[in-house]
């Protein structure tokens, strides 16, 4: 499975898409940045029309989706310039970079860039979702107001792992990694991830997804095991390769409480433990069986 659809509703509104030249709907709406492949615009052109056309002040949310050339060059020129507007988007707390399709550019082909200096330049930033991880750079920040971080990606380097690991983020309650194919830059194992949970204390999160991952019964059979996990209200293994291993420790566990909603679409599970994930007291998504090609498993979204 490749990512072949935009995002149509993003933070409870209606996406909206908006290019050069472009008129904007108006309304409560959430507004796509969005360039061709041979847009003769800049980045920064296409942000300073937009900004023109809407209220810099009121802007909450924004979403920069496909940018030209999107696997030669990253979106330096869209961060660079909301740097520099900071002052005059004192409202935006929530930013998606790269939103885009395969037929734009393939999700293990997107150039990424380094978000620190962003995330610095908006304290007040409550959501950053990035899609790709090609050239992704993140160092260990603390950023006070942070509640949802997430990592769309066909392959998870471990350093951004760490670099999450070593941050600082009281508010954060949503955490959406996705570790992709050790053939597009996954790296990393179960410790990285462990150790991950144990800095960043994750019985203060709402959501955990672990998504697209090739270690997902390693990490299901870990995560029924710690006391922490009911306290969840969302666990999020979707996208993986997670097996009749992984079911079983998850229908098994004894640390369930009050997890409201287990998410295992896209997975290699029997029907007999099928039919015991259902049986619990949670909503378990089952979405998508799949069936293993001569004993192999694969991500939904690795290319």
């Given at each position: 499975?490749?990512?072949?659809?935009?995002?149509?509703?993003?933070?409870?509104?209606?996406?909206?898409?908006?290019?050069?030249?472009?008129?904007?709907?108006?309304?409560?709406?959430?507004?796509?940045?969005?360039?061709?492949?041979?847009?003769?615009?800049?980045?920064?052109?296409?942000?300073?029309?937009?900004?023109?056309?809407?209220?810099?002040?009121?802007?909450?949310?924004?979403i920069v989706g496909p940018w030209s050339e999107a696997h030669d060059e990253g979106?330096?020129?869209?961060?660079?310039?909301?740097?520099?507007?900071?002052?005059?988007?004192?409202?935006?707390?929530?930013?998606?970079?790269?939103?885009?399709?395969?037929?734009?550019?393939?999700?293990?082909?997107?150039?990424?860039?380094?978000?620190?200096?962003?995330?610095?330049?908006?304290?007040?930033?409550?959501?950053?979702?990035?899609?790709?991880?090609?050239?992704?750079?993140?160092?260990?920040?603390?950023?006070?107001?942070?509640?949802?971080?997430?990592?769309?990606?066909?392959?998870?380097?471990?350093?951004?792992?760490?670099?999450?690991?070593?941050?600082?983020?009281?508010?954060?309650?949503?955490l959406e990694l996705w570790l992709g194919s050790d053939n597009y830059g996954f790296?990393?194992?179960?410790?990285?991830?462990?150790?991950?949970?144990?800095?960043?204390?994750?019985?203060?999160?709402?959501?955990?997804?672990?998504?697209?991952?090739?270690?997902?019964?390693?990490?299901?059979?870990?995560?029924?095991?710690?006391?922490?996990?009911?306290?969840?209200?969302?666990?999020?293994?979707?996208?993986?390769?997670?097996?009749?291993?992984?079911?079983?420790?998850?229908?098994?566990?004894?640390?369930?409480?009050?997890?409201?909603?287990i998410d295992l679409s896209h997975h290699y599970i029997s029907e007999e433990w099928?039919?015991?994930?259902?049986?619990?007291?949670?909503?378990?998504?089952?979405?998508?069986?799949?069936?293993?090609?001569?004993?192999?498993?694969?991500?939904?979204?690795?290319?």
């Open positions: 499975m490749t990512i072949g659809e935009y995002s149509q509703i993003y933070r409870g509104k209606r996406v909206v898409e908006f290019r050069m030249g472009a008129t904007p709907d108006g309304g409560d709406v959430v507004y796509r940045l969005t360039q061709d492949y041979d847009s003769e615009e800049s980045q920064r052109d296409l942000l300073d029309d937009f900004l023109a056309k809407v209220d810099p002040a009121g802007l909450e949310t924004l979106p330096q020129g869209y961060l660079d310039a909301l740097i520099e507007y900071r002052a005059r988007l004192p409202k935006l707390n929530a930013l998606f970079v790269g939103d885009m399709t395969y037929e734009d550019c393939e999700v293990s082909w997107i150039i990424q860039t380094s978000y620190n200096a962003l995330l610095a330049a908006y304290p007040q930033l409550q959501s950053l979702r990035v899609r790709g991880s090609t050239n992704l750079e993140l160092q260990a920040f603390s950023h006070a107001a942070l509640e949802e971080l997430a990592i769309e990606c066909g392959g998870l380097p471990s350093k951004i792992v760490d670099a999450v690991a070593g941050s600082t983020l009281p508010a954060l309650k949503h790296d990393g194992s179960l410790a990285d991830y462990q150790n991950l949970l144990a800095k960043i204390g994750p019985e203060r999160l709402r959501y955990l997804g672990l998504r697209d991952s090739e270690i997902s019964d390693e990490l299901a059979v870990w995560l029924a095991q710690q006391p922490w996990l009911g306290s969840l209200q969302s666990l999020d293994l979707s996208l993986g390769t997670i097996g009749d291993a992984g079911a079983q420790a998850l229908a098994e566990s004894p640390h369930l409480g009050a997890l409201e909603r099928q039919a015991k994930l259902r049986a619990l007291p949670c909503a378990v998504v089952l979405d998508d069986p799949e069936e293993e090609d001569d004993g192999d498993r694969y991500v939904a979204v690795s290319e």
